[in-house]
């Protein structure tokens, strides 16, 4: 069970997400097929329900085009 501040983390982490894949303009379908993944993954990703992995953060970064560290500048 998350507590609430790991909620807020992940929420905000996919927040981020979103707003650096749209900023690229990039679509969910298209950051979904560079990590070969069902775009409901990504879906889930950005509004903070899933919890994914140190390479899937890895992998985000280099389809969004961005340092790995500026998926983690957020408030």
Do not use: P, W
């Not at 890895?58 to 500026?70: M, P, Q, R, T």
């Amino acid at each position: 069970m998350r507590n609430e501040e790991d909620v807020k983390y992940l929420k905000k982490f996919g927040e981020n997400v979103k707003a650096i894949r749209i900023s690229k303009g990039f679509t969910q379908q298209y950051l979904a097929d560079s990590l070969n993944v069902e775009i409901s993954q990504i879906s889930r990703l950005e509004r903070g329900i899933l919890n994914t992995s140190i390479i899937n953060i890895k992998n985000i970064a280099v389809a969004l085009e961005i340092d790995a560290g500026d998926l983690f500048k957020f408030q």
